[in-house]
C-alpha cells in the first residue's frame, strides 16, 4: 500500500495520465508519497468535474422528461382525433 492510502491494485485513468505526463511526477506522488505543490488547482478541478456532472445528469433528465410530456401529449391528441372522428 502506497503513503497516500490508495491500493496499489487499482490503477486509475487519472494516475496513468500523470505518469504519461511526468514519470517523476508520478513517483514523487505515488511512490514517495510527496504532496502536489499544485493541490488546489487540482481540487477546485475536482470540484469542477463534479460540478459539471451534476448538470449534465440535470440536462439527461430534464430531457427524459421532455420525452415523456410529448408522448403524453402525443397520445391525448391521438386520443382526441379518435374521438373527434366517432362523432362526426
Not at 504519461?20 to 470540484?47: D, F, I
Not at 439527461?60 to 420525452?67: E, H, P
Not at 408522448?71 to 386520443?79: F, H, N, R
Amino acid at each position: 500500500m502506497s503513503q497516500n492510502n490508495q491500493s496499489d491494485d487499482i490503477i486509475r485513468a487519472s494516475e496513468i495520465g500523470e505518469y504519461v505526463h511526468c514519470e517523476r511526477a508520478w513517483w514523487l506522488g505515488r511512490v514517495q508519497g510527496v504532496e502536489n505543490a499544485n493541490r488546489a488547482v487540482m481540487e477546485a478541478g475536482t470540484l469542477h468535474h463534479q460540478e459539471h456532472g451534476r448538470r449534465v445528469w440535470h440536462a439527461t433528465m430534464m430531457q427524459y422528461a421532455a420525452i415523456a410530456l410529448f408522448v403524453i401529449a402525443l397520445g391525448a391528441l391521438i386520443l382526441l382525433v379518435l374521438r373527434m372522428l366517432s362523432l362526426v
